[in-house]
């Protein structure tokens, strides 16, 4: 795309003019005339050397059209007015300088290996031409030593195989083998964890001659396998390599699982403890799990087999010469056996070792846990058995086989005698079934029964008796009272 007419004809009325940019550098605010060349003085191997040089314009204003810097180490770093970086100064030309205008811009000498000089040329075009040679001295910087032995720029620093955990820490030397002061170059952070650097360089400013500073690496490996950063001192590189090696597994005594349950029943509750083999050779965590499966067929568990928690799994702790291990309540932890018959599986996991121990609850007969008496009930009165007069029977219980077939009320009078027509039997083997494939409390259950009472004194219902039959036997309740 063509320059506007405009642009054109500032630029060619600027060639024509006398010259009138030139050419300073300025530090701590002071601007020095540049003659025909400048020197960068000594600039130590690995380091780098700025110099901040400004355009000034005399006359009206005028735009900079050329700007480059052609020698071994030498570039243009930065053109702070307007603030444009390394190559983008170049790419933004032409660049206009104001009337009685400045221009500042950064030139960088960065000292390479294996030379004593350097020079370059910097070409300036911005109405007049400036030219200026730029000369550096390149001398001995800081060597870089690990143990006795000097390393090469770009030489890999290895640390071997270190356990995840674990640290390596390698000594560097950055050592002043000159007659002459010199800097500490940066030493940016190293990025990941694996690796980091501390120690008196990263503070220093400067090592005087013949000294050093120390400057120790350090390997901490987060993860197995490879691992790798870069250390960078000044315009330096070293590769950091080293190998993360998995923890070997902590070895600790056999457990044993002490089982404390009075009666291997249903609704119980038991208490287990952990006790090790011998003391402890380290710290560490366990767990122990806890697993139901019913004896009844069927039936694919009952969720109230748990630890005192609501859980099925308890952690457990393993102090460094301890014998017995901790749970969170203390040494020991508790369990529910539930309502439902079959075989409890203890599971205690401790690094490599597991055991194991089971308890067994038997089918049992229907368990009571409260039979109750209600007089004078209300009841719908749509319903065909309802009275005016209505007591009623609420016993709740457990049936750990979900076998309940048959239910049997009597009702006795104020002298013990049986009240017509006597044992009553109720065909409950379906309603049970039905009741228990839709419950989620194990054998648990509670059966409510209401009854119509005739005569003319329904006072004389005192006391009722109920027998409950599953597939272990026969249960009776003792005389309820109403």
Known sequence: MSKPIGLFWLLAAAACAPAQVTLSTVL????TPVGEAYDFGSVPVGSAADVVFRLTNT?????LTNLSVAGPGFSVACSLSPDLCGSAALQ????????????????????????????ANMTISAGNTITTILLAEIVPGLSVLLGNQA????????????????????????????????????????????????????????????????????????????????????????PLQGTGLAAPPLVFPNPSIQLNLATPASAQQGSLAVNLASAAKASGTGTLTL?????????????????????????????????????????????GT???????????????????????IPAAVIGIDAAVAARDVDCDVALLYCTSVNVELQINGWDNTRTTSQIVFTFYDAS????????????????????FAGSDLGGVFGVSALFPVNGSDPLQVTSAEVQLTNSAGTVETAKIIF
């Open 28 to 31: 701590n605010g002071v601007a």
């Open 59 to 63: 006359g009206a204003q005028i735009y």
């Open 92 to 119: 933004q030309l032409p660049i206009l300088i104001g009337s009685g205008g400045t221009l500042d811009f950064t030139v960088q000498f960065q000292a390479p290996e294996g030379a004593e000089s350097s020079n």
């Open 151 to 238: 390393l090469a720029a770009g030489q890999t620093v290895g640390f071997g195989s270190v356990q995840i955990g674990s640290s390596q820490t390698l000594q560097l030397v950055l050592a002043n083998q000159t007659n002459a002061l010199l800097a500490v170059p940066a030493i940016p952070p190293l990025t990941g964890t694996d690796f980091s650097v501390a120690g008196g360089a990263l503070s220093a400013t400067s090592v005087p001659a013949n000294s050093s500073v120390q400057l120790e690496v350090i390997f901490t490996p987060s993860a197995a396998g490879p691992r790798q950063a870069t250390l960078t001192i000044g315009l330096l590189t070293y």
């Open 291 to 335: 697993a139901f499966q019913p004896a009844a067929a069927g039936v694919s568990d009952d969720p109230t087999v748990t630890f005192a928690d609501g859980t099925r799994s308890a952690l457990f702790t393993v102090s460094l010469g301890a014998s017995a291990v901790q749970f969170a309540g203390g040494p020991t932890v508790s369990f």
């Open 338 to 360: 539930g309502t439902t018959a079959g075989t409890l599986t203890f599971t205690a996991t401790l690094g490599s070792n597991t055991v194991q121990t089971t308890v067994t």
């Open 416 to 435: 013990g005698g049986q009240i017509s027509p006597g044992a009553i039997p109720v065909d409950a083997a379906s309603a049970f079934q039905q009741y």
